[in-house]
């Protein structure tokens, strides 16, 4: 449950990004006849007729809005193309709706919503039931909760069912409470682990003295632990009516069907009479520069300035969310030019927070160790309100708009993305801001952006530095009136989206719709799977991977095949960084270059038009890659401050601690786990001499492998290949790493980590396992009822009834070359609650073991894992990226299918043998990052 902003900052710095590193034919004659007419418009049809009480209000651009008579807004946005299903309740309170004594109020009824109601005792238990994505999200404005599954009319009956029912009887009882309190303090921890977190925290509760928006969404502490329960079932009932609810479903579904359930389960719901509390305050305008000094254990330096601007509805905020991220732009932005190039910052960023009333904009810098703060702090503020506007020219302007308007087409394209923004856009005051906006951004122009900017960004607006009397200060206007009326006349009312086939994604009609062939060029072979299939926007997704040499030939590497890849995309001959970054802007394609060992991936998301100059483009950088000094030392800055904030952080700690235990590996070898010391020393060695030396050597044709999935043409694929490739001289013969199992004796490490409040579990299994032995369906079965999902026994028994994590679960790994596998079990829990975790997890594994599971549960599990399944067929992506594996291991989507018939057939007794089998706790290590003298909750 997510209670942080929901608008993500347009350029990220390496800090905010470390918390995502962890992560994984042509058509048949008679099928490609039939998907023909998908590329034309939906033809206008007679409406079917509307349930009593339902209102149609308008239809724009595919998305149709429908009123009940009880004041619930529904949003439809049918979307054949994916076979996933989202559903969407947006309801327009969050933490500025909150009194005095009731912060954290709106984020706690979030997580008391899915404890259940008397109809729906567990509501994430039956979620993973049923296959369904679900979580629920909590900011200023909103509170939303949302699920995607596989598009299945009885699985969108029930979750539509589910909320109705959640709306009117969730339970908010005082068991629940305590019981979820431990939880969300657990969630409080981990956004006080985090220095950055705090310092915008403090920073926002700096530049707002009277409005709720200076207050952190999770709320105090003191509020959340001392919520009357009573007050907490009144601010329910006040809010979760249908007058302040928007229902969003989009994707694959019936539309007439889905608007009749929504009629029969809300239209019982009756209108409130009750009156929303008017909203009487208004942040008054800033008159003088504030300062936040936060002083904490680990870390790097961070500067940070937030400036006050205008709520997210207006004219005024397109030109100014464009123009932060023009400024805060890497590697062509006045800060980046100011901070980074001079060598004070290693990186720099700037977001601006489109909020229902007057918000905010960030900008900031990832400070070098030697840098001085207050130098740096003053640089970051002369540059955005002096002269960093006036280097504002019409390319930046250009650059960025073409960004936003290629990123709005995506989310508009992909039916998940697009509930989501629409419920963002709600929780702005209007749902049609979606489309309201992209006309906005069309119309900006560099004198305008320029206006915005210079008015707003001034130093009596400003929260940073030091405060200093100025005889005639300069204030920033006040927020304007929000008038939509110009903008909703420009809207194209009545319009729908093109259609877009649908796609049968049985794993039979996959391999059968797949082409599987071998390119055989002069300088070596292209195993191919291509699967060419219409697409929202004409969208398409590919991998392709390199492979070279031998672990032998790779001894003593160290960073340099990781960094030589990261390289790929920082120049080429004739191609700076920001003209790759243009040119992959104006192909509107995202290009990935990521190395494992002797080993290269290629990630590509293009449209049918630009995927064969994005294929030339990548085949340019992968052949004459110009390794600049430049970029290399601001890589080699961002990793040895990523290493020294990793290296305290509880969750890297006992992750390191487990890989590096016992293992066989010499320190030269690509095997080989580093301490941070090692990582530090390695990093600092790098030289562009180094990178292009092992480039020479290992990059080249001889085995390649590339997937591509989505509308494209696959001989115009192959004409890329054949013209990238040729003439590029051999890599060394490839040999796979191999990655056998050796013996761990079992231990416990307590590693201290001081300063932290949220502390890290991790437990390893080392399995002699490969995914072709027998027990393999009902070992992956197993491991989802143990630890894989909200219904499993961990969760259960650690989240849900001892509420001592927030995230605790296990996963399950086994190689498909050699028996070498894992288990391994996770969590995360309060400092002082890191001995009862372990004594919880050591009780349900063994408690596991000896009463095994049930055939219901089994039953259960089976049908829970064949929906996630289905839903990981109905994405693109997904299906590139499992392409690409089965092109290494010379398998299919038969394989899946083999998986899924013996998921079907198996029994109790086969899942309780196989666990029983391997799974020996005795045998566990296990590493708990704590500190060692925690603060009492």
């Not at 057939?905 to 500190?931: F, Y």
Request: glycine content about 6%; proline content about 7%.
């Amino acid at each position: 449950m997510n209670f942080l902003p929901m608008h993500r900052p347009a350029v990220l710095p390496a800090l905010l990004a470390l918390c995502s590193l962890l992560l994984m034919g042509s058509q048949n004659p008679a099928r490609a006849q039939a998907a023909a007419p998908a590329a034309q418009a939906a033809p206008q049809q007679s409406p079917a007729p509307l349930p009593p009480g339902v209102q149609h209000v308008v239809m724009i651009e595919g998305v149709t809005e429908y009123r009940l008579k009880n004041g619930l807004t529904v949003l439809l946005a049918p979307d054949d193309s994916r076979a996933q299903t989202t559903v969407n309740m947006s309801y327009r309170v969050g933490s500025r709706n909150e009194g005095p004594g009731e912060t954290g109020m709106a984020h706690l009824l979030e997580h008391l919503l899915f404890r259940g109601s008397p109809e729906h005792p567990d509501a994430l238990a039956e979620f993973s039931r049923r296959g369904l994505a679900a979580n629920g999200s909590t900011t200023t404005d909103l509170t939303n909760y949302y699920a995607t599954f596989a598009s299945s009319p009885d699985t969108l009956q029930w979750y539509l069912s589910w909320q109705a029912d959640a709306m009117l009887n969730a339970r908010i009882s005082r068991a629940d409470l305590d019981a979820e309190m431990p939880v969300v303090r657990n969630e409080m921890e981990q956004g006080e682990n985090s220095p950055f977190s705090m310092l915008l925290q403090q920073t926002n509760a700096a530049a707002y003295v009277w409005h709720p928006y200076g207050r952190s969404v999770i709320g105090a502490r003191s509020d959340v632990e001392h919520v009357d329960i009573a007050q907490l079932r009144a601010f329910y009932h006040r809010y979760y009516q249908p007058d302040n609810a928007v229902l969003i479903v989009t994707g694959r579904f019936d539309a007439a069907q889905t608007l009749q359930w929504i009629a029969r389960d809300f239209d019982a719901i009756a209108r409130p009479a009750r009156a929303l509390p008017p909203e009487y305050t208004v942040e008054p305008v800033q008159q003088g520069a504030r300062a936040v000094t936060l002083r904490r254990v680990g870390g790097s330096p961070i500067a940070i300035v937030q400036y006050h601007f205008p709520q997210g509805a207006s004219d005024a905020y397109a030109a100014l969310s464009l123009g932060t991220d023009m400024l805060a732009d890497s590697p062509s932005g006045p800060l980046y030019r100011s901070l980074v190039q001079t060598g004070q910052a290693s990186s720099v960023f700037g977001f601006a927070r489109a909020m229902k009333q007057p918000g905010y904009a960030v900008f900031g810098a990832q400070l070098q160790p030697a840098a001085d703060p207050q130098a740096v702090l003053a640089a970051l503020e002369k540059t955005l309100e002096s002269g960093g506007i006036d280097q504002l020219d019409q390319a930046a302007l250009d650059r960025s708009r073409t960004a936003w308007l290629n990123q709005w087409k995506l989310v508009y394209n992909q039916p998940a993305s697009l509930a989501d923004a629409l419920s963002d856009a709600v929780s702005r005051g209007d749902w049609r801001l979606f489309f309201i906006e992209p006309l906005r951004v069309d119309a900006l122009t560099l004198d305008e952006v320029r206006r915005q900017l210079h008015a707003w960004l001034l130093s009596s607006n400003r929260t940073s530095g030091l405060y200093l009397p100025t005889p005639d200060p300069a204030y920033a206007p006040a927020a304007p009136a929000t008038d939509l009326q110009p903008w909703v006349a420009q809207l194209k009312t009545g319009t729908g989206r093109p259609a877009v086939a649908s796609f049968d994604t049985d794993p039979q009609a996959l391999d059968a719709d797949t082409q599987r062939s071998t390119l055989t060029l002069p300088n070596g072979p292209v195993a191919l799977a291509l699967l060419p299939k219409a697409t929202p926007g004409d969208r398409v997704h590919a991998y392709m991977r390199l492979q070279f040499g031998s672990a032998e030939q790779m001894r003593g590497l160290g960073l340099v095949p990781s960094v030589t890849a990261a390289m790929l995309l920082r120049g080429a001959d004739g191609l700076s960084r920001q003209q790759i970054d243009d040119r992959l802007n104006a192909l509107d394609s995202d290009l990935s270059f990521s190395s494992s060992g002797n080993t290269l991936t290629v990630g590509l998301r293009s449209s049918r038009t630009h995927l064969p100059d994005l294929l030339d483009l990548t085949f340019r950088l992968l052949r004459q890659p110009a390794f600049p000094a430049s970029e290399l030392t601001e890589i080699q800055h961002t990793l040895l401050t990523n290493i020294e904030d990793e290296a305290v952080s509880p969750a890297w700690l006992v992750r390191n601690t487990l890989q590096r235990q016992d293992q066989p590996w010499k320190s030269d070898d690509i095997r080989y786990t580093p301490t941070a010391q090692e990582l530090l020393k390695d990093t600092k060695s790098l030289t562009p001499a180094a990178l292009k030396q092992f480039h020479d050597r290992f990059y080249g044709a001889g085995s390649i492998q590339l997937s591509v999935v989505g509308d494209f043409d696959p001989q115009a694929v192959e004409h890329s290949l054949r013209a990238g490739l040729a003439g590029w001289r051999q890599a060394p013969a490839y040999e796979r790493t191999l990655e056998p199992w050796y013996p761990i004796a079992p231990e416990v490490f307590h590693i201290p980590a001081p300063g932290k409040a949220n502390a890290n579990y991790l437990g390893a299994l080392q399995l002699k396992l490969q995914d072709t032995d027998p027990r393999w369906p009902a070992l992956i079965l197993a491991n989802y009822l143990l630890g894989g999902s909200e219904d499993s026994r961990l969760w259960q028994a650690i989240r849900v009834t001892g509420g001592l994590s927030y995230t605790v679960g296990s996963s399950l790994q086994a190689s498909s070359w050699e028996p070498s596998g894992s288990w391994t079990f996770f969590a995360t829990m309060a400092s002082q609650n890191a001995q009862a975790l372990q004594d919880a997890m050591s009780k349900t594994l063994d408690s596991t073991l000896k009463n095994g599971f049930t055939q219901d549960e089994v039953d259960q599990g089976v049908k829970s894992l064949l929906n996630y399944l289905k839903l990981g067929r109905s994405n693109d992506g997904w299906l590139a990226d499992h392409w690409l594996d089965y092109l290494d291991t010379g398998r299919s989507f038969a394989w899946q299918q083999r998986i899924i018939d013996q998921l079907q057939g198996l029994k109790a007794a086969q899942v309780n043998a196989a666990m029983r089998d391997l799974l020996k706790p005795d045998e566990l290590s296990i590493a708990v990052a704590a500190d060692p003298r925690p603060k009492k909750p």
